[in-house]
């Protein structure tokens, strides 16, 4: 028997003594689990709605919530806490079964009731067919939801949530009904078809265009929408205005967003669970536009986190606030036209701030500049005079490249950027004092004098170690710190052992066509794809620590856009092509020196309910953390990730610990320094 736990007859006096223990400890609060997940979906525009009882669901912004009549309560739905899929592109309600069908833009399906209890049906979505799925619009009789699709009509009995028949036309239905006794069904061009429900209508030749049919019959039911619309509008689910996260960073404690591609350009800020939108209408009093678009990344002034730049198609935008306060064209500095003609095509495709405030931006497809500075105290603007950004060619007249974007100053102060653009792979590195280029790659060559050609850069990002990684449609290269501001060097492809028992090696994440990354606070990379999901790899870069995927994780796409880390609570999020979504890591930023007040473990207590991992955070970069009973028996040791290391409650040969008090010790990697806080675990 344990020692904690000498006999029977004494388990309650030590459980009185561990509830003393645990109200004289330190807690922190509002800190989310390890491994956990969370969904930040647009809730802004109703799109249906839908009365179920005393609920209305409300699809919105392509993502639901419902509305209780009686309680006034609002309960949003996502992947990650209670739906099957993403993109909700309809939703009826079946007085019958009691239960609303949900059907995303992919043909999969949700039957969902009253309590929110979700069942799905996903043969639709699974089948293997050249024929178009997408279900064009939902009719209920009965039992029944026909969904009219772009191949004929799929019949769903929502009491026994399957599919009980599907009815291939091959033509596209927009619309069916039933008068009782035939089912009907007309397709895109206005072509009605006829079955009699008598006859096996799984046989196509018991289907026959009709002209003797109502129109009735394919009127679509607006009563809840007419009739609950004006009170929707007044409702605020919450969440962001729009699920485009085609830029972020995390900075000051909040998360900056902007929508990037070729959407509206709408700029969100979310801290802690609240979200703002900057300005986005009536801006013409100050830009002499009516609005703004492809807004690619934003800057964010080291001096006021309130004070933002937005780099967008139409020229520079400037807030403050959250206002528009001032907009950058060719009318008032040196920006440029496409073709010095197109109002609309001022490309600013990437802005980041200096140190000192200084404003940096990149001007895509112009015919006079590239890269430019601006200095916001004084006014005034700086041209870079760079031919080597000057070679595209446009209507036989030399533009700016075509896609320059990733403005990245490094930690020496450098500055960094792609060309992520058919016409030319290439990045470089600039001395901002000089506005000289130091270093430039276009076709490179890897460590093993392998040529790379056609790699297409779409990203970069520094490491703890001062290595600058490329993210390409053919992998992840590493441009190491000592050959940073060299020019002719090669490129290192790291090469994982496979550790079969041969020397056999293979180039990391080849061939994965990386669209955006990431660096933790533990040095690991966090690489996101289009297509394969996200991979996280070991600070080494040897190991393969996750690969999360829409089949094995709540990831809400496999095509990831964009990610950032908010290293103090190691919560990483990925802007995704269906929206924004993130996961609790276990890697913080490492403190610079451990301070036994900073030091402490949650959750604590640990209770018998609780089977996740425990943290300890606030330790130091690979500090060494031993777990040890009161009477000094080691339970667990290993390192931190960054400031954090963590500890699933369980010894060394993996059983779960007694009830009682542990002790937590932790050093310095050189062994120095060691910190102590405790961890009361009560089974």
Known sequence: MNSLFPSMPNRRMILISLSFIICHLSFSVAHAQVGTWRAYMSYYEPQQIVKGGDLLFVRASNSLYSYNLNDQSITTYDKVTTLNDTQVNLIAWNNTTRKLIIVYANSNIDLMDAEGHVTNISSLYSKSMTQDKTVNSIFINDVYAYLATGFGVVKVNMQRAEIAESYILNRSIVAVGTDGSTLYAKDAGGTVMAGSQRDNLIDFHNWAATDTYSDELFAQDQSDWNEYHDLVSTLLPGGPKSNHFGFMTFRNGRLYTSSGGTYPGVIQLKEGDEWTFYQDTDMTAVSGLANYSMVSSLAIDPANPNHVFAAARNGLYEFLDGRLVAQYNHDNCPLGMLENKHREYQIVSSVTCDAEGNVWLLESQNTDVALLKLSPATGQWTVAELPELMRLTIHSMTHSLGNMKDLYFDSQGYLWFINDHYDLDSFYCIDPETMTIVNMFETFVNQDGTTIADYRPHCLAEDL????????????????????????????????????????ADYLLSGANISCMAVDGGGRKWFGTSGSGVYLISADNMTQLQNFTTANSPLLSDNIVSITIDNQTGEVFFGTENGLCSYMSDATEAAVEMVKDDVYAYPNPVTSAYNGLISVVGLSMNADVKILTTSG?????????????TWDGRDRQGRRVASGVYMVATATSDGKKGVVCKIAVIN
């Open 633 to 645: 028996r080691l339970v667990v040791q290993g390192r931190s990730n960054g400031g954090t290391f």
């Open 465 to 504: 170690e001062g290595n600058i990684w490329i993210g390409t449609k053919v992998g992840p290269f590493m441009l190491e710190h000592g050959n940073l501001y060299t020019r002719d060097t090669y490129l290192t492809q790291v090469k994982v052992p496979r550790n079969d028992g041969t020397n056999f």
